[in-house]
């Protein structure tokens, strides 16, 4: 079945239905790839801002353990690069990993990957790609971006996340470089890039922030800029972007979160350890597991923890300074259980102000874990049916989740009864 036939099942079966709709499943462990194989696991998902899927799978074809499924206007999933292929532009290597997946503003995806079979071996084997065309590599930054703000000599070491805006052209880059005039031999940092008017140009790359200068507005130095998936968001039209980092020195006070805006090239400190939070009496806890996101107008969510003094209420989730929800919470949609964390999982918000998040959940209908837009329960695990099965598990990492610009469409993958892999589509509007 297509992901079109699939979707229009989903509708008709939920029609009239008010809020979230059932999820449908998109892609399916089990199901057969065009050219031959079938897919065995679902490792990232991602939807752009016309409703578009891209999956990264695995596969049971041992030449190609990992392959990209791409939609197409039909709702048929077209099979794209796959590691073990040839890498494209790079002669004599192949794709060895596949690191973070970002769709763009025009349908194609930016993608980080590790290559095998390079010259300089793991001197050169990271990279960042715009579909087929390769953007960065490591190595000189000379080579590979014609105009930047780096100084002359400094070297790309590592891509850890590349985020493109999804209703415009510009890339949020974070990673490690060697700048020659900071006297470390690697330092984390975050890049704003700008894509040129053909978007297979990336035409100007600007550091923002790195591991050794002074922090924004704080004067002390960032000992490092997080690299993980969900401690950096660029918003879709990106006026802003939210970040995380550690300051050098005292540990009680050196985590910190900050929104830039592009359009005055400002930094705003948001939260930072040790400092007043947003719920009375309590202070901002350790910064170091956080979740982010941003919309095109600046609205910031945050996952983050308070101070240690009552651990039953530690957790919470913060949109633009507001408490939205916090441990111990019963929301309306799943009283009188309980939320009892947070976990490690990915915030969203949408350009419509939906914010998606989930939770672990106790109580008289025992654990469970439960995945939210704004306040309506999308999925529970051993209540929520898909395909004529119970919900038994939703992965909720930042590449396991997905919701669009608008808000309207949300991805996130999960296993069904059976121990069936799969992702699953929710349609967010009434």
């Known amino acids: 079945m297509t992901l079109l036939a699939r979707t229009l099942a989903g509708v008709l079966a939920t029609a009239g239905a008010l809020g979230a709709q059932s999820p449908v499943p998109v892609v399916l462990e089990g199901d057969a790839l065009p050219d031959g194989g079938r897919v065995t696991g679902i490792r990232s998902v991602t939807i752009d801002y016309y409703g578009m899927t891209t999956a990264v799978v695995t596969t049971d074809l041992a030449a190609f353990p990992e392959m990209f499924l791409v939609e197409d206007f039909s709702g048929t999933f077209v099979p794209g690069l796959a590691v073990?292929?040839?890498?494209?532009?790079?002669?004599?290597?192949?794709?060895?990993?596949?690191?973070?997946?970002?769709p763009t503003v025009l349908s194609n995806v930016v993608w980080t990957a590790r290559l095998a079979g390079t010259p300089g071996g793991a001197a050169d084997d990271e990279v960042v790609y715009y579909g087929t065309q390769l953007w960065l590599r490591e190595g000189p930054v000379a080579r590979f971006v014609p105009m930047t703000n780096l100084p002359p000599g400094t070297r790309w070491l590592s891509f850890a996340d590349a985020r493109a805006s999804t209703a415009s052209g510009f890339l949020m880059l974070r990673g490690r470089i060697d700048d020659p005039e900071i006297g470390a031999r690697s330092e984390s940092f975050l890049g704003l890039g700008w894509i040129g008017a053909i978007p297979s140009q990336l035409v100007q790359l600007d550091r923002l922030v790195s591991q050794g200068q002074l922090a924004p507005t704080l004067g002390r130095r960032i000992a490092s800029v997080r690299p993980g998936p969900a401690a950096a968001a660029i918003?879709?039209?990106?006026?802003?972007?939210?970040?995380?980092?550690?300051?050098?020195?005292?540990?009680?006070?050196?985590?910190?979160?900050?929104?830039?805006?592009?359009?005055?090239?400002?930094?705003?400190?948001?939260?930072?350890?040790?400092?007043?939070?947003?719920?009375?009496?309590?202070?901002?806890?350790?910064?170091?597991?956080?979740?982010?996101?941003?919309?095109?107008?600046?609205?910031?969510?945050?996952?983050?923890?308070?101070?240690?003094?009552?651990?039953?209420?530690?957790?919470?989730?913060?949109?633009?300074?507001?408490?939205?929800?916090?441990?111990?919470?019963?929301?309306?949609?799943?009283?009188?259980?309980?939320?009892?964390?947070?976990?490690?999982?990915?915030?969203?918000?949408?350009?419509?102000?939906?914010?998606?998040?989930?939770?672990?959940?106790?109580?008289?209908?025992?654990?469970?874990?439960?995945?939210?837009?704004?306040?309506?329960?999308?999925?529970?695990?051993?209540?929520?049916?898909?395909?004529?099965?119970?919900?038994?598990?939703?992965?909720?990492?930042?590449?396991?989740?997905?919701?669009?610009?608008?808000?309207?469409?949300?991805?996130?993958?999960?296993t069904l009864a059976g121990g069936l892999e799969g992702a699953f589509r929710v349609d967010l509007d009434p």
């Open 84 to 102: 073990g292929s040839p890498a494209p532009v790079v002669g004599g290597a192949t794709i060895a990993a596949v690191g973070t997946i970002s």
């Open 235 to 414: 918003a879709p039209s990106p006026t802003h972007i939210v970040w995380t980092a550690d300051l050098a020195g005292d540990e009680s006070d050196d985590g910190v979160v900050f929104r830039y805006n592009r359009a005055t090239d400002t930094h705003q400190l948001i939260a930072r350890e040790g400092e007043p939070s947003p719920v009375p009496g309590r202070t901002w806890g350790p910064l170091e597991d956080v979740a982010v996101d941003v919309a095109s107008g600046g609205t910031w969510f945050l996952r983050a923890t308070l101070d240690a003094s009552d651990p039953a209420t530690d957790e919470v989730l913060v949109r633009n300074g507001f408490v939205l929800v916090r441990e111990g919470d019963s929301p309306a949609a799943v009283s009188p259980d309980v939320i009892t964390g947070f976990g490690r999982g990915a915030v969203l918000i949408g350009d419509d102000g939906t914010e998606v998040w989930s939770a672990r959940l106790d109580g008289p209908s025992g654990p469970s874990t439960a995945l939210f837009a704004g306040s309506t329960l999308v999925a529970r695990t051993g209540v929520t049916q898909v395909a004529g099965r119970t919900l038994v598990g939703i992965r909720t990492a930042p590449d396991s989740l997905s919701l669009s610009p608008l808000g309207d469409s949300l991805l996130f993958t999960g």
